[in-house]
């Protein structure tokens, strides 16, 4: 079986990319390409960009019955 040439990955496989900036991924720093686009996703986890939706009303509380 022939050797695959350098630099060439599967057949229709694609490199990751940075969910920040689109380029591809740094194993150090996967799933980002830098520590720059990991930090400001930390930061927009941190200012509340993002966010999970719970089963919490507005003030944060677990609303009734909600024992479980």
Do not use: N
């Not at 350098?6 to 390409?33: D, M, S, Y």
């Amino acid at each position: 079986m022939p050797a695959r040439p350098p630099g060439r990955g599967a057949v229709g496989v694609t490199a990751a990319k940075c969910p920040i900036c689109q380029r591809p991924t740094v194993p150090e720093f996967r799933p980002f390409c830098s520590g720059r686009c990991a930090d400001v996703d930390l930061h927009r986890w941190l200012t509340g960009h993002y966010a999970v939706p719970g089963d919490e009303d507005a003030e944060g509380r677990a609303e009734p019955g909600d024992d479980d």
